[in-house]
């Protein structure tokens, strides 16, 4: 509980505000957490759902990182997928952090960088496909640890993810003690959380309207593919 | 889901984010709705963990609310409880407001505002006995619903409250769907989300560091008890 402890989340445009809030409200708990939000520079920047969000380093001016955290995004993260600035740090971070993390959409870029390559890991249900077009062992779970990269599905995964990265790297019992500050006890008010139980007259409207955006993905996947020739 | 709703979220300093960004998450899925973070000035405030937030709105300028929504917070909430003029902006909005909600403490701030004396509503585990004495009918649950008082349990209740929120404005499928999209299959790590289950050993310490803050805020109690003589 007394060694420092570095965290740092990617941020950018379009990123997914609460891939990047839930794992940062779980890890600023103990105390010899330092969490930092990464861009390439200090500006603000817009989240998917119009919050904005003030970086407080940059990519220049990162401390080495002991959790290097990779959030999905919307539109925006297409072009974070093929931004070399942006793949080449978290290639230099992953090198020496103990954990590699991302929840929901952001394990696709940690394999655009290259990071995932014949490991476990997870994403997003709605692109799972796209993951493993990567070249990435895609196991449908929650939460998938492999050697040390930790990825989560969807969005809300990012709770259980941090406290999970809180167990690895100060305990059980300062986990436990985090997740009853935060009274972690999720009492979901309808059993549609994944494709499976929500059903077709759910799962159905939502893909149609997330058309555009898995289509937009879709379509960097296949470059990538085609770039590091899977 | 056509007809536009407005949701305001307060936001104050040493607010807890997550409080906030859970729900905030949720509720800007619909396409209808629109956030807005409100405080005093435009000024952005720092949250608990050293979150930047830019309010999006000031208390002057703030539009007609559907909901009106309070977080909790650390020890700044303090201040908010005795704050007249946030009080004042809370019942102001709440005479209009189809939903007056919160999530964790916040709920304290509202029955400083006098606007949940009587009611049945919830709060964080560690704080019930307090939001009882402010003349509250505490009941223990993770979402509490009388009339148009809607309040969650601590911190990560506000994705449930949020749901409820939007199936309550949007309808069951609206909710089911952004429930989907944001894959809310929770599977906590540990079973110690609440303090029956997470026993002695976790909850004693944990009231220990939270001392200070419970005592504060037990002084701020204490105190509006003398001034709406219950």
């Given at each position: 509980?007394t060694t420092?402890?570095?965290i740092g989340f990617?941020?950018?445009?379009?990123?997914i505000?609460?891939?990047?809030?839930?794992?940062?409200?779980?890890?600023?708990?103990?105390?010899n957490?330092?969490?930092?939000l990464i861009?390439?520079?200090?500006?603000?920047?817009?989240?998917?759902?119009?919050l904005?969000?003030?970086?407080?380093t940059?990519?220049?001016?990162?401390?080495?990182?002991?959790?290097?955290?990779v959030?999905?995004?919307?539109?925006g993260q297409?072009?974070?997928?093929?931004?070399?600035?942006i793949?080449n740090?978290?290639q230099?971070?992953?090198?020496?952090a103990k954990y590699i993390?991302s929840?929901?959409?952001g394990?696709?870029?940690?394999?655009?960088?290259?990071l995932?390559?014949?490991y476990?890991?997870?994403?997003h249900?709605?692109?799972r496909?796209?993951l493993?077009?990567l070249g990435?062992?895609v196991?449908p779970e929650?939460v998938v640890?492999?050697?040390?990269?930790i990825?989560?599905?969807?969005?809300t995964?990012?709770?259980?993810?941090?406290?999970?990265l809180?167990?690895?790297?100060?305990?059980?019992?300062i986990?436990?003690?985090?997740q009853?500050m935060?009274?972690?006890?999720p009492k979901p008010?309808f059993?549609?959380g994944?494709?499976?139980?929500?059903?077709k007259?759910?799962?159905n409207?939502?893909?149609?309207?997330?058309?555009?955006?898995?289509e937009?993905?879709?379509?960097?996947?296949?470059?990538?593919v085609?770039q590091?020739?899977?």
């Amino acid at each position: 509980m007394t060694t420092p402890i570095n965290i740092g989340f990617l941020v950018y445009p379009d990123v997914i505000q609460l891939d990047v809030m839930a794992a940062y409200q779980v890890l600023t708990f103990p105390p010899n957490i330092t969490v930092y939000l990464i861009w390439k520079t200090l500006t603000p920047i817009t989240s998917n759902d119009g919050l904005i969000i003030t970086p407080t380093t940059t990519f220049d001016n990162c401390p080495s990182l002991d959790v290097i955290f990779v959030p999905g995004g919307g539109m925006g993260q297409v072009e974070v997928m093929r931004d070399q600035e942006i793949l080449n740090f978290l290639q230099q971070k992953s090198a020496t952090a103990k954990y590699i993390a991302s929840v929901c959409t952001g394990s696709m870029i940690l394999a655009a960088a290259n990071l995932l390559q014949g490991y476990k890991a997870t994403c997003h249900w709605a692109f799972r496909e796209q993951l493993a077009m990567l070249g990435v062992d895609v196991i449908p779970e929650r939460v998938v640890i492999d050697k040390n990269r930790i990825t989560g599905a969807g969005v809300t995964s990012g709770i259980d993810l941090g406290l999970t990265l809180v167990s690895l790297l100060c305990g059980d019992d300062i986990a436990k003690m985090t997740q009853l500050m935060l009274e972690y006890n999720p009492k979901p008010p309808f059993d549609a959380g994944i494709p499976e139980t929500a059903g077709k007259s759910i799962v159905n409207p939502l893909m149609q309207y997330g058309k555009p955006l898995v289509e937009a993905f879709l379509a960097q996947t296949r470059e990538i593919v085609q770039q590091i020739k899977l």
